[in-house]
């Protein structure tokens, strides 16, 4: 039996003749029917349409009347699949469908099948766990969803030009959200069910303030944005504790120890970062465009919560930056020369108006990777830049030849540039706008580890 593979359901039925109502209810249909398809490792067939329609007539109850309601948009699914591979529109239909007997196989990404899943060979791809949801690729990119759900949150966030750590976290949360409260589909979502999931994240994994508004925010992004729900007033839910945490300064010895031992590229990098106060993703992200010699400052194009700002640059480093540059500028050249490689990844809202700008020497890295790899959200081989793990490590190595106890991260540098001004006299307010804080009192966190703090107040011990 033949298993359809129709990554474009929805853009199809989104341009379809049938009236708006129409479509939103087969869409609702199709992500139950594919939803419940993912749960079970199977895949689409007329057979598993078939269980699927027997299953939810005997789950719901249902009469003749609702189960030809759900009949017709999956009657619909199956015909139009069948069209979009006669006509050679990106589908695709399962020719052999392959039984796994070993407890994995490998998939052609390095990822693994568990034992007892089917795999079917598509392309010469096998199909992962997942089922249908991973290989619903759309437009050519390497779809990370597991389900039609998370690919719609994909498509979303892809479609705002949200980053891929943002895509990552947000799916990250959704799929908390389903194991802990077994939600079947995201239109079906509540707001009871989010409360619990809150209330959860905070009673029983005890997570920061920081982390459960970060899930409150990711779910009612995926609510309202992705899946149009008005959850209306969530309600009361248990709080995470407020945690007070002082941050960890280097002092200015240490800082100076820890440069010592700081090489090559990363030592610029973390030179950078302290000079500028930069978090590490601001950090790595920085493009050549964004230094502006002329007035001894960079350009911070998208910050934290997508603002932007501009930062101080230390003169120190304007000729070690130049010579970087240069050594870039060669393999820019090299990159260029190789039609494999693509230009540098780009916001997608300049990536349309301007196809080549990813091979503009403007748009290139500051901290290219020194070696090509694939783009996740698009299979092209470019040179992505230096990834913040790997600029971590070299952070942590040097601690250690240090000598340094602190617990020590490149964060830590963003933590000193803003005590080292605040005891130098500069005013909170301008550390303030510097950091990108959007509130004055998250700057003030540091006043309480400033060696200094307010009007210079000493030790009684060290007047005895």
């Given at each position: 039996?033949?298993?359809?593979?129709?990554?474009?359901?929805?853009e199809?039925?989104?341009?379809?003749?049938?009236?708006?109502?129409?479509r939103?209810?087969?869409k609702?249909?199709?992500?139950?029917?594919?939803?419940?398809?993912?749960r079970?490792?199977?895949g689409?067939?007329?057979?598993?349409?078939?269980?699927?329609?027997?299953?939810?007539?005997?789950?719901k109850?249902?009469?003749?009347?609702?189960?030809?309601?759900?009949r017709?948009?999956?009657?619909w699914?199956f015909?139009m699949a069948?069209?979009?591979?006669?006509?050679?529109?990106?589908?695709?239909v399962?020719?052999?469908?392959?039984?796994?007997?070993s407890?994995?196989v490998a998939?052609?990404?390095?990822?693994?099948?568990?034992e007892?899943?089917?795999?079917e060979?598509?392309?010469r791809?096998v199909?992962?766990?997942?089922?249908?949801?991973?290989?619903?690729?759309?437009n050519?990119?390497?779809?990370?969803g597991?389900?039609?759900?998370?690919i719609?949150?994909?498509?979303?966030m892809r479609?705002l030009?949200?980053?891929l750590?943002?895509?990552?976290?947000?799916?990250?949360w959704?799929?908390?959200?389903?194991?802990?409260?077994?939600?079947?589909?995201?239109?079906?979502m509540?707001?009871?069910?989010?409360?619990?999931f809150?209330t959860?994240?905070s009673?029983?994994?005890?997570v920061?303030?920081s982390t459960q508004?970060?899930?409150?925010?990711?779910?009612?992004f995926?609510?309202?944005?992705?899946?149009?729900?008005?959850?209306?007033?969530?309600?009361d839910?248990?709080?995470?504790?407020?945690?007070?945490?002082?941050?960890?300064v280097?002092?200015?010895?240490e800082?100076r120890?820890?440069?010592?031992?700081m090489?090559?590229?990363k030592?610029?990098?973390?030179?950078?970062q302290y000079?500028?106060?930069?978090?590490?993703?601001?950090?790595?992200?920085?493009?050549?465009?964004d230094?502006?010699?002329?007035?001894?400052?960079?350009v911070?194009?998208?910050g934290?919560?997508?603002?932007?700002r501009?930062?101080?640059?230390?003169?120190?480093?304007?000729?070690p930056?130049?010579?970087?540059?240069?050594?870039?500028r060669e393999?820019?050249?090299?990159?260029i020369l190789?039609e494999?490689?693509?230009?540098?990844?780009?916001?997608?809202?300049?990536a349309?108006k301007?196809?080549?700008?990813g091979?503009?020497?403007r748009?290139?890295?500051?901290?290219?990777?020194?070696?090509?790899?694939?783009?996740?959200?698009?299979?092209?081989?470019?040179?992505?830049?230096?990834?913040?793990?790997a600029y971590?490590?070299?952070?942590?190595?040097?601690v250690?030849?240090?000598?340094?106890?602190k617990?020590?991260?490149s964060?830590?540098?963003?933590?000193?540039?803003?005590?080292?001004?605040?005891e130098?006299?500069?005013?909170?307010?301008?550390?303030?706008?510097?950091?990108?804080?959007?509130?004055?009192?998250?700057?003030?966190?540091?006043?309480?580890?400033?060696?200094?703090?307010?009007?210079?107040?000493?030790?009684?011990?060290?007047?005895?």
């Amino acid at each position: 039996m033949k298993t359809i593979h129709f990554p474009r359901w929805a853009e199809v039925l989104g341009a379809s003749d049938l009236t708006k109502k129409q479509r939103e209810s087969y869409k609702v249909t199709l992500r139950w029917y594919l939803g419940w398809c993912h749960r079970l490792g199977v895949g689409c067939t007329v057979q598993s349409a078939q269980d699927f329609i027997d299953w939810a007539r005997e789950e719901k109850q249902a009469n003749d009347w609702m189960v030809e309601r759900w009949r017709e948009p999956i009657r619909w699914f199956f015909v139009m699949a069948k069209a979009q591979v006669r006509l050679q529109q990106g589908c695709a239909v399962v020719s052999k469908e392959l039984k796994v007997e070993s407890a994995e196989v490998a998939r052609n990404d390095g990822e693994r099948v568990e034992e007892g899943k089917r795999a079917e060979m598509v392309q010469r791809k096998v199909i992962p766990e997942g089922g249908y949801g991973v290989l619903n690729d759309t437009n050519g990119e390497r779809m990370q969803g597991r389900t039609e759900d998370e690919i719609e949150i994909l498509k979303v966030m892809r479609r705002l030009d949200m980053a891929l750590t943002t895509e990552r976290t947000y799916v990250g949360w959704y799929r908390d959200l389903v194991r802990q409260s077994g939600l079947k589909a995201g239109v079906d979502m509540k707001a009871d069910q989010l409360k619990s999931f809150l209330t959860f994240l905070s009673e029983e994994r005890e997570v920061a303030t920081s982390t459960q508004k970060q899930a409150l925010n990711a779910l009612v992004f995926v609510a309202e944005t992705v899946f149009d729900l008005d959850l209306g007033d969530i309600g009361d839910y248990v709080r995470a504790k407020k945690r007070k945490k002082i941050p960890v300064v280097m002092s200015k010895d240490e800082t100076r120890s820890f440069f010592a031992e700081m090489k090559g590229e990363k030592r610029l990098m973390a030179q950078v970062q302290y000079s500028t106060g930069l978090r590490i993703s601001e950090l790595c992200r920085l493009r050549v465009m964004d230094l502006d010699f002329d007035r001894n400052q960079i350009v911070v194009r998208n910050g934290k919560g997508g603002k932007g700002r501009v930062v101080p640059l230390s003169e120190k480093l304007i000729e070690p930056l130049n010579a970087h540059l240069k050594a870039v500028r060669e393999l820019f050249e090299q990159d260029i020369l190789d039609e494999s490689i693509a230009g540098v990844y780009l916001p997608a809202a300049l990536a349309r108006k301007h196809r080549n700008a990813g091979k503009d020497w403007r748009w290139q890295w500051l901290w290219p990777s020194r070696k090509i790899s694939t783009d996740p959200r698009g299979g092209l081989r470019r040179r992505h830049h230096v990834l913040p793990n790997a600029y971590q490590r070299a952070v942590s190595e040097a601690v250690k030849r240090a000598g340094l106890t602190k617990q020590i991260t490149s964060h830590v540098l963003r933590h000193s540039f803003a005590t080292h001004l605040l005891e130098d006299g500069v005013d909170i307010r301008t550390v303030q706008d510097l950091l990108g804080h959007a509130s004055v009192e998250t700057t003030q966190i540091y006043t309480h580890v400033m060696q200094k703090p307010g009007v210079g107040v000493r030790s009684p011990l060290d007047s005895l």
